[in-house]
Structures are given as structure tokens and as C-alpha cells.
């Protein structure tokens, strides 16, 4: 079972709009969400992240959305541009690895952005 | 850039031979990981390592072993090549709460 749900495997946005990205997670122990970048032929890139003590988390035209009674967080990127056109994974550590302090992490599926000119 | 690198990028093999894949980082890092991504899957852990000779097993370690003599070397071993093992493989390093990623070697097995 997936414990990290991205339900988008898609996304389309004209250039200059709000993109949103969305996770959802099952387990209520997951206190650390992080989001990558990928670009095609290359490793994801870490772009943000946010502790589960807040609820909203921002890093120039990146802001990350936290709601813990709906496990749910978000990824909003404003304004779009297209060199911003790349697959984002939502992640989050591992609770059971936390006995070693391993950081593990369980990824989501990803979701393929698109933005338009 | 975390200093990694992945060796070889591209490599295309039978199946049955035995593949290793080289991670080398050059910031001393602790932690190092070995992930798979396949279309449909999203990255998922293979192996990794907290030290040196200190591995352990992820979700997909079946056909899968892992070594780390030194700290900056981590390597992936395909015992017996499958073609279901045929994906992209990303190395990755632990920075406090991150981690940062290779560029990946683009594994096929013929």
C-alpha cells in the first residue's frame, strides 16, 4: 500500500499561473515532508521541505502547505514558468528508520508538470 | 551539487551476468542510498549504508547487495542480471534532514 499518494500523475499550467501539487499520506507518525524536482536524464533536486510543527513553509516563488488532520500537504509554485516543467515528488522520512536515525525516505509516485508559454 | 557521481551512466547487459554500479561522493558523507526509478513507481529505496561495512536492506532489495569498503564508495551489485531489473538507478547522500542525489545510471538488460 502506498503510504505516500500523488493522485496527479499530471499537471498543465499556462506560464505565469499558480501550479499546485498535491500529497497525500497515511501514517499521522510522518513529521518531515520534503519535495524534489526532476528533469528528464538527470537526479531530483531537493526544493523544499517543512517539519510537521508548521503549517506553511516558503522559499521564493515556492511555498509548501502543510494540513496534518487531513494528511495532506501542497506544493504551490507562483508564478509558473516553464523552465519549472519537470516531474516533483513528494517525500517524507521514515518513522521506523528513525530508531537508527537513517532518514529514510518514501516517495511518492510524482507528478509530470507542464508549463505553457 | 553534493560531489556525487555515478559510474557508468549507460550501461546494456545480458541477463545473467552480474552489473556493479559505482556511487562516489567527496564530502565524507555518512549515509548513502540506492534507489530504483521506474515509470509508475516513483523512486524506491534498494539498498544503503550508515558506515562503512554498515548496510542495510530498503523496500526492493531482492537481487540486490551493496558494499562499502570506504566511505566515499558505495556500490550496487546485480549478482545475476533479470530484465525486470532494467530502470534508472540513483545514488543519493544524507545532509542533515536531505538528501541529494546522483545523476543515475541507465541500466538495460537485454
Known amino acids: 500500500d502506498q503510504q505516500v499518494k500523488q493522485n496527479s500523475p499530471s499537471l498543465s499550467v499556462q506560464e505565469g499561473r499558480i501550479s499546485i501539487l498535491n500529497c497525500d499520506y497515511t501514517n499521522s507518525m510522518f513529521d518531515y515532508f520534503l519535495w524534489y524536482k526532476k528533469y528528464p536524464a538527470e537526479g531530483p533536486t531537493f526544493l523544499i521541505s517543512?517539519?510537521?510543527?508548521?503549517d506553511k513553509n516558503e522559499d521564493g516563488r515556492f511555498t509548501v502547505f502543510l494540513n496534518k488532520s487531513a494528511k495532506h500537504l501542497s506544493l504551490h509554485i507562483v508564478p509558473s514558468q516553464p523552465g519549472d516543467s519537470a516531474v516533483y515528488f513528494c517525500a517524507t522520512q521514515d518513522p521506523l528508520s528513525y530508531g537508527g536515525s537513517q532518514g529514510n525516505l518514501i516517495f511518492g509516485k510524482g507528478t509530470k508538470l507542464s508549463v505553457k508559454p | 551539487d553534493a560531489g556525487i557521481t555515478q559510474s557508468p551512466r549507460h550501461k546494456v547487459t545480458e541477463t545473467g551476468t552480474p552489473v556493479t554500479l559505482r556511487c562516489h561522493q567527496t564530502?565524507?558523507?555518512?549515509?548513502m542510498y540506492w534507489y530504483r526509478q521506474d515509470p509508475g513507481h516513483g523512486l524506491r529505496l534498494i539498498h544503503y549504508s550508515y558506515g562503512v561495512k554498515d548496510t542495510d536492506k530498503g523496500e526492493v532489495s531482492d537481487g540486490y547487495s551493496v558494499s562499502r569498503s570506504k566511505t566515499e564508495d558505495f556500490l550496487l551489485t546485480l549478482e545475476s542480471a533479470t530484465s525486470s531489473q532494467t530502470s534508472v538507478y540513483f545514488c543519493?547522500?544524507?545532509?542533515?534532514?536531505?538528501?541529494?542525489f546522483g545523476p543515475g545510471t541507465r541500466l538495460t538488460v537485454t
Open positions: 543519493a547522500i544524507r545532509q542533515t534532514y536531505e538528501q541529494y
Open positions: 517543512i517539519s510537521s510543527i508548521k
Open positions: 564530502e565524507n558523507h555518512r549515509y
